[in-house]
């Protein structure tokens, strides 16, 4: 889970339900230069106080965290930390050259916390200093300037930053930059299901979902024509006569079928589009979020594969009719769709909450 420290030293009439909010969904850190307005928050969050320019105060009162910018104020961390052993203490940095950079590499080796301001857009130097962080146990806070910054800072050299600092523009946006921070995707407990019928249906539209990240070849993503049941379709990782793999594809089904995205949340194929998230789940249940780049949809032979889970649960997956497209059972056998018969076991997945428009939901709703 990344930090998501929210900034509040610019809000004035904002700041009592800015602060709220943050409490409200959690945010991690909430950094003030001001130790009146860290006195009152509760222990759930971690207090940052980040002093103005001038002499420090003797004692920093409710502050978890003191972040110090030492060309300003003039003394160390380590120093602090000798003085104030109860208080954890970080560098601020602000890179705009070469030897900035260098600061701020030797601050994500050695401090136990580093505050980096990048003034250039480029990530390149973020990059360098996660680089030369990889071995240590400090933690990198970034400044965004908003939440789309805040998500690219998460990913960059896919490990990203530790966290990320934000001045809230308004009311909303404590909220949309906890969610950025959530990278982190849950595991499914996938269940074995058995073939019970397969059907050519004729034609109709099917949709190639290409991703802009390999899968494994054990992994693919979750397609069903019902919100409750859905089974696991490979991508092209794995060799095929007469034609070269696609590691980054998956024939996922026709336009109607469901596959879920973050949160669990359900999109129809036909609604993916470039730069949608799609769920990548492997056999074992474990899942990332991808990204779409592009969605191809094309008229072809469809066949029908209806399979049954322990509990009597029935799954029904619509596909291209053709040999090459496939689903991954057991173990991470791959099946040609074509070759199912009766008695053959796949993976699939149950969601326990019906759907409405997307999002799960407890109500009654009948699928068939």
Known sequence: MKLSWLDIRPLTDLKAAV????????????????????????PTVTKVLFPPTGPLPDD?????????????????????????????????????????LEQACESA?????????????TKIPLEIVIAAAAKSTGNLITVAGDVEEAEIIFGVLEHGSDGVLMAPGAVGDAARLKASAETVTPELNLV?????????????????????????????????????????????????PYMPTRPFRVNAGAIHSYT????????????????????????????????????KIESRPLISVTAQAPGGERVNLILQDDWHVRVLGPGGTVLNSTELTAG???????????????????????EK
């Open 60 to 100: 920093f009162g409710a502050a978890d965290v003191v972040i110090v910018d030492v060309r300003e104020h003039g003394v160390t961390p380590a120093e602090l930390a000798v003085r104030h052993p109860d208080v954890e203490f970080g560098r601020f940095v602000e890179i705009v050259d070469a030897p900035t």
């Open 192 to 240: 074995e299901l058995e073939v019970v019928a397969t059907e050519h249906i004729g034609m109709g539209e099917r949709a190639c979902v290409d991703t802009c990240s390999y899968f494994r070849p054990d992994e693919g993503i979750l397609v069903g024509s019902h919100s409750k049941g859905m089974i696991l379709c490979v991508s092209e990782t794995h060799p095929l």
């Open 344 to 366: 053959d076991k796949v993976l699939g997945y149950l969601p326990s909450e019906d759907r409405h428009v997307g999002y799960p939901i407890n109500e009654f709703c009948l």
């Open 19 to 42: 602060v709220q909010e943050a409490l409200h969904h959690r945010l991690d850190g909430i950094l003030a230069d001001d130790l009146a307005d860290l006195a009152d928050l509760p």
């Open 109 to 121: 080796r050695a401090e136990l916390w580093s505050l980096l301001l990048f003034r250039d857009p």
């Open 260 to 295: 879920l995205s973050k949160d669990e949340r359900t999109n129809y194929l036909s609604e993916l589009q470039a730069g949608s998230k799609v769920m990548a789940v492997d056999i074992k249940g474990q899942t990332r979020m991808v990204t779409v780049g592009r969605v």
